[in-house]
């Protein structure tokens, strides 16, 4: 599908970081957007600083019957559904042994359960109308878990399995499937964490900008792309763990140090 003026697209997770970016990408383009996240005073905001009309859908991904009422109402309003965009996620970093089953939990919820929400309330839209498109926002973590994410991990590999299936489940539908795998983006995921993070986190200064991200997310949904992997890294570490996991384990603690990859064998 082209992304052209009128394409109406949905965004979970739209307020902040990669959902920001993309909405401001879409927005560009003329997009009639479904903004949708829990923080609705934030929401307002973005919809009033973008241009066109567009959706503010106070939403929290983790209950079904929130996702299915601000999907419906957007799908409503704006006349149908051509792009939906699963992106909503949460991150806590810290071993696994010492974490609160609290959070794991929630990452569960948000990340994989709100992208099941997503895409089971999202798609029929689409399967009736016979067109439209679908992308979900994973992460490098879910080509290779790293040690004190991996329950963050598990969610992000989830993600990536099912939407790998799911594409191909959707041939001759006219409904297609992009899953995006990003590496360290400069955005507030883990803001509430910093103290936290491990030593092979490289993000802050050194993370690619989540525009950039954006711009390559909307061609790969142009191109049909199944997917995407930015910066250009990520697509070599998942080879190479693919490839031998002892090879791919080598070469972050050349990248990473150490901590990413304690054990060997």
Not at 246 to 265: F, I
């Amino acid at each position: 599908m082209q992304v052209t003026a009128g394409t109406r697209a949905l965004i979970t997770g739209a307020s902040r970081g990669i959902g920001r970016a993309l909405a401001t990408a879409l927005a560009a383009r003329g997009a009639i957007l479904g903004l949708a996240a829990r923080s609705a005073d934030e929401l307002d905001t973005l919809a009033a600083e973008l241009p066109g009309k567009h959706h503010a859908l106070a939403c929290d991904v983790a209950d079904a019957a929130s996702t299915q009422h601000a999907i419906a109402r957007f799908a409503h309003g704006a006349g149908g559904l051509d792009l939906l965009i699963a992106n909503a996620g949460i991150a806590h970093y810290g071993a696994f042994a010492d974490q609160p089953l609290e959070d794991k939990l929630r990452m569960s919820q948000v990340n994989w359960h709100g992208t099941l929400h997503t895409i089971h309330f999202g798609l029929p839209h689409m399967l009736q109308a016979g067109r439209g498109h679908i992308v979900i926002v994973s992460s490098g973590a879910g080509l290779r878990a790293f040690p004190q994410a991996a329950v963050y991990g598990a969610t992000k590999a989830a993600q990536r399995a099912f939407g790998e299936a799911l594409r191909h489940e959707l041939a001759g539908t006219g409904v297609s499937l992009t899953v995006v795998h990003p590496g360290e983006i400069a955005t507030g995921l883990h803001d509430h964490e910093k103290e936290r993070l491990p030593p092979w986190y490289r993000g802050g200064a050194r993370a690619a900008p989540a525009d950039a991200l954006a711009r390559r997310v909307i061609k790969a949904i142009e191109d049909d792309d199944r997917a995407v992997h930015y910066p250009p890294l990520v697509r070599a570490l998942g080879i190479a763990h693919g490839l031998s996991p002892t090879a791919g384990d080598a070469l972050l603690r050349r990248l990473r140090g150490e901590s990413a990859a304690p054990r060997r064998g």
